[in-house]
C-alpha cells in the first residue's frame, strides 16, 4: 500500500467515451437503462453484419 500512487482528482477524472452492448431487443434495453441508471442516449448506429458464406470462411 506505500507504493499505491493516488490520482490527482481522484475518481472526478473518469470519464467513459465509448460503450457497446449486444442485446436482444434495444428500444427495451434503451428504456431499462435509462429508467433504471439515468442513462441517455447520445448515439444510435446501426451496424450491417452480413453473414459469411461457405467461400469466404
Known sequence: ???QT???GGLDTLALY???FVVSNIDESINWYNINLG???VMKQLLMIR?????HQ
Open 51 to 55: 453473414e459469411l458464406t461457405p467461400h
Open 18 to 20: 465509448n460503450v457497446a
Open 6 to 8: 493516488k490520482l490527482k
Open 1 to 3: 500500500m506505500e507504493n
Open 39 to 41: 442513462f441517455k442516449l
